[in-house]
């Protein structure tokens, strides 16, 4: 099933130096990056996309943590791309996370944990008209789409 996906790569991935190794791992999939900035996330757009958030323990936290850097905001297009991107992220709570998915193998902590990616198709559609105008998404053909949309293929 065809969707799109808000990725947020936040700003410990940004200080640490890690968004190539992960726009490199996104894109390795064959899955299309459709648009793409580097921003600095204002107090209202944080509070929009976290709002589901608002007065847990961690949401200060949170809040400040996503304030205080940039970040690059992406949409990546695909087949089930939802749910593929959410294993590659890897699980929210560290003691949880499997090696070989982003959070896995390149953070330890709760909340320091690298990758935003949207978890149902209502939420990336809210989430990424946050960030993006539509007129900032871009319709492109990589090599790989011969080999995601080959003809007669499931998807
Ligand atoms: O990001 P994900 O969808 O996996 O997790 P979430 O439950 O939607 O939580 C949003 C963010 O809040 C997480 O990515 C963490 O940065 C933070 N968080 C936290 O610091 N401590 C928790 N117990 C749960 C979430
Ligand atoms: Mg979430």
Redesign the pocket.
């Known amino acids: 099933m065809h969707q799109r996906t808000l990725l947020i790569i ?1 700003p410990d991935g940004v200080f640490r130096g890690l968004t190539g190794e992960i726009i490199a791992r996104i894109e390795k999939t064959g899955f299309k990056i459709i648009a793409m900035k580097l921003v600095k996330v204002s107090k209202e757009q944080a509070a929009k996309h ?1 709002e ?2 608002f007065g ?4 200060n ?2 809040i400040d ?2 304030l205080s850097g940039p970040c690059v905001a992406m949409i990546v297009e695909g087949p089930y791309v939802i749910k593929k991107m ?1 294993k590659m ?5 560290a003691e949880e996370r499997e090696p070989g998915s982003v ?1 896995g193998d390149m953070s330890v ?5 690298l ?5 149902s198709p209502e939420n990336a559609e809210r989430e990424l008209s946050i960030f993006f105008n539509e007129d900032e998404i871009l319709d492109y053909e990589t090599a790989a789409d011969r080999y995601w949309y080959w003809e007669g293929q499931e998807r």
Request: charged share 30%; no cysteine; proline share 0%.
């Open positions: 936040k976290y589901e958030h847990r323990d961690y949401y936290r949170l943590f996503i959410r992220a890897g699980k929210t709570l959070r902590n709760n909340l320091f944990n990758l935003h990616s949207s978890d």
